[in-house]
């Protein structure tokens, strides 16, 4: 089925007799049971809840999983992920990575025993120089936020596969709608949904998509003996947001390509990041894996003194953390995003005082032009 229709009508499960066409919200704790050894296949909801079991059945189509896992951020979804290790285990992680996933690996995740790697997996040879033999899994963010480098996923899951190893790819900046790692050859996706899955901006969660039915079945554990698990309500506003979720990247894409083009132009700007840009190290490894380029730029200004100016005098933007929403958004990963990655890590990856994001929205592409062009003093 065509991805778009899949947005739009997700699981073909009914739960009810109504004929009522938005999925209804099962707002209950617990289940009864109609005799004794017996289950509707609902017991309690942090095992399984009708309206966010609709909401998993979707995003395991649109990723071409055997199941999902709806988690209430993105963070909770990594963070049961990690029970899959056990102490001594070493786990590959892309130099670039959202902040969070940083944070989480560096400062609890070593607490456990686990030890990690950064390497840029753009750099497929790095990738295998960095094998050990305790190594389990490499967790990949493609493109990379915020410098937007991006890997080989089909390369990388290839060499981690035949030694065993799980190969991890962060789905959250190009969404299934343009890039689908499994099919890749990837083992495990996640998502922030608060991201462009839910995109509005409006509610925090987090999913892991899985290929096989084992890691299914160990997954399914963790997450039930942990607990982490979607409300009804916000899994049926995620539902809500999917449904739009194709021809919202789609124009969120078109405005993101009328902001490069015009950002390459500016002589305040010194360098942008898009690998839809021709001259990104990884366009053609882009264009081979990726149905599109997204919506996420980042650029850095001449001097950190525009950079801030921008921030403070954006009126069509907001300058907000997050993306991927409706809304487009401005950002200073080095205040916001990264302020807990070390200073010189930072600094060595071009994470500096003259770089800003922007997530593009939905809004007229003319608009925000016009909106950068008055903030940038033209
Ligand atoms: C936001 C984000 C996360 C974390 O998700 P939350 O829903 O904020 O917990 C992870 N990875 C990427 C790439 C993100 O942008």
Redesign the pocket.
């Known amino acids: 089925m065509d991805l778009k229709t899949l947005c739009v009508h997700g699981s073909q499960k009914r739960y009810d007799t109504t004929g009522a066409i938005s999925v209804p919200i099962f707002q209950s704790a617990t289940f009864a049971h109609p005799g004794v050894g017996q289950s509707t296949g609902y017991d309690y909801s942090r095992q399984q809840n009708p309206t966010r079991e609709h909401l998993e059945i979707t995003i395991a189509a649109l990723e071409g999983g055997v199941d999902a896992l709806a988690f ?7 963070t049961a992920m990690m029970e899959l290790f056990s102490p001594g285990d070493h786990i590959i992680v892309s130099d670039d ?2 902040g ?2 940083f944070r989480l690996f560096f400062n609890l995740s070593v607490k456990n025993g686990l030890k990690f790697s950064l390497v840029n997996t753009s750099d497929t040879a790095a990738v295998e120089a960095a094998f050990t033999p305790e190594t389990k899994a490499v967790f990949i ?1 493609t493109p990379t ?1 915020p410098m937007m480098q991006v890997t080989d996923i089909a390369a990388v899951a290839k060499i981690a596969g035949d030694r065993n190893i799980l190969t991890v790819v ?1 789905n ?2 190009l969404t299934p709608c343009l890039q689908r790692p499994l099919a890749l050859g990837a083992d495990i996706v ?6 462009y899955l839910g995109g509005h901006n409006d509610t ?3 999913f892991l998509v899985l290929k096989s039915a084992e890691i299914s079945e160990r997954m399914r554990f963790i997450y039930k003996t942990t607990g982490a698990c979607l409300s009804p309500f916000d899994s049926w506003l995620l539902i809500r947001g999917i449904k739009t979720l194709a021809i919202r990247v789609e124009r969120q894409e078109e405005n993101a390509k009328e902001i490069v083009e015009w950002l390459v132009n500016h002589p305040c700007v010194k360098t942008v990041y898009y690998p839809g840009l021709k001259t990104h190290p990884q366009y053609e490894i882009s264009r081979r894996q990726a149905s599109g380029f997204g919506a996420m730029i980042s650029f850095e200004a001449k001097s950190a003194a525009v950079a801030v100016s921008l921030l403070e005098r954006v009126k069509v933007f907001r300058y907000a ?4 929403g409706t809304e487009s958004l401005i950002t200073y990963p080095m205040l916001q ?1 990264h302020a807990d990655v070390p200073e010189e890590e930072r600094e060595a990856k071009g994470i500096n005082d003259r770089l800003l994001r922007i997530s593009a929205g939905i809004e007229g592409a003319d608009d925000l032009v016009r909106d950068l062009a008055q903030a940038f003093g033209d």
């Open positions: 209430p951020t993105g963070m909770a979804a990594l990575l959202y969070g996933s963010e936020n962060d959250t900046f996640l998502h922030s949904g608060t991201k925090l969660a987090g953390e997050s993306l991927g995003t």
